[in-house]
């Protein structure tokens, strides 16, 4: 599978703004696809991620209450919703998806087989 990350751009603090992960190929419906992000000179981290099939969610807790992912497996996309953004928020976004991954590594990134280019999210105090 591909994937394409959009959605990207300057929002203002306390603003929103929505992501999107466009996937390419088949069985989309059987990919957890997850957003990890990375920040100037830190590590990638992991934000959410939506499983195969039922589409539970997970968050971190830094954007629990704040972000919503969601999945349209009919567009073969997913969605992050971000609100109440703050200027820690800025980062590179990066979606990411894996086939039947198991529940205990939905927020580890070298189990994720498949990468989006990333989409730049930058917030302005």
Not at 29 to 46: H, L, M, S
Not at 53 to 59: E, Q, R
Not at 85 to 102: G, I, K, M, N, R
Request: glycine share 10%; aromatic share 16%.
């Amino acid at each position: 599978v591909q994937l394409q990350a959009s959605g990207g751009g300057l929002i203002q603090a306390g603003g929103s703004r929505r992501l999107s992960c466009s996937a390419s190929g088949s069985f989309f419906i059987n990919y957890t696809v997850a957003w990890f992000r990375q920040a100037p000179g830190k590590e990638r981290e992991f934000v959410s991620a939506v499983k195969y099939g039922v589409g539970t969610t997970y968050y971190d807790d830094f954007v629990k209450g704040r972000f919503t992912i969601s999945r349209d497996n009919d567009k073969k996309t997913v969605y992050l919703q971000m609100n109440s953004l703050q200027p820690e928020d800025t980062a590179v976004y990066y979606c990411a998806a894996a086939s039947f991954l198991h529940d205990d590594y939905y927020n580890v990134d070298r189990y994720y087989n498949f990468w989006g280019q990333g989409t730049l999210v930058t917030v302005s105090s």
